[in-house]
């Protein structure tokens, strides 16, 4: 079981461009949440996908937005990047109450 | 508004000794508690949990204590190994995102255990 893979590992963008970040769950899980972790900090909810719909989401501007496709995999696109946005990006399945991570996407926002 | 706060950022205990986190929460709803452990260049990976029906679940060398008048929670791990040096996240769900899974999360708190 390869877990919960996450691409690419790191990624650098200029303020104002868009990005996308990708996730794969663990084998046999339907539900996908994506996280934002800055620095110092614990991991932050942007959103959950189920079912290929955004069943619940954080407090995060529209510029998050995301995307679950019928193999369950996932992405997140933010548009009009900021500064601020650098983070490490976690995505997370589950089936039940426990979520397994991916080793997240490190996003640096120059 | 941090629902979850874990106050101190790093703790340092000897090898073989007692290690103690703790976690503090503010929201009554929560009803499951969980910890864990976050490693450089790694998502973080689940090391026990508790149920808010429970006041102490063990597991190997981990317990995680919970006290909900105080709506305070606590991990010991002993002994203590050089291995359990990382990041340790304490965090929270209510049974109304059961099915979602929105975990709130603590700051973390960096433990080094030194040989």
């Known amino acids: 079981d390869a877990g919960v893979t996450q691409s690419p590992t790191h990624l650098i963008k200029t303020r104002g461009q868009q990005v996308t970040l990708r996730c794969s769950p663990k084998s046999g899980h339907d539900t996908v949440s994506w996280y934002q972790q800055a620095l110092g900090q614990g991991p932050q909810f942007i959103f959950q996908?189920?079912?290929?719909?955004?069943?619940q989401r954080g407090n995060f501007p529209d510029r998050f937005s995301g995307h679950q496709f019928p193999n369950y995999s996932s992405e997140l696109n933010v548009n009009a990047l900021l500064l601020g946005d650098s983070a490490l990006y976690l995505c997370?399945?589950?089936?039940?109450?426990?979520?397994?991570f991916g080793q997240g996407t490190r996003l640096t926002v120059v | 508004d941090q629902q979850v706060k874990q106050n101190s950022p790093s703790l340092s205990v000897q090898e073989g000794r007692i290690s103690i986190l703790n976690c503090d929460y503010t929201n009554s709803m929560f009803d499951y508690f969980l910890w864990y452990k976050k490693y450089p260049a790694e998502g973080p990976t689940f090391l026990i949990s508790?149920?808010?029906?429970?006041d102490k679940n063990e597991d190997g060398r981990f317990t995680v204590f919970l006290n909900k008048s105080a709506k305070h929670l606590s991990l010991h791990i002993v002994p203590s190994q050089p291995g359990d040096s990382a990041v340790y996240f304490c965090a929270a769900i209510y049974t109304e995102h059961y099915y979602g899974n929105q975990f709130y999360f603590g700051t973390g708190t960096s433990l080094t255990v030194i040989p």
């Open positions: 997370a399945s589950s089936l039940g109450r426990y979520a397994f």
């Open positions: 508790i149920s808010s029906i429970k």
């Open positions: 996908y189920y079912e290929e719909e955004e069943r």
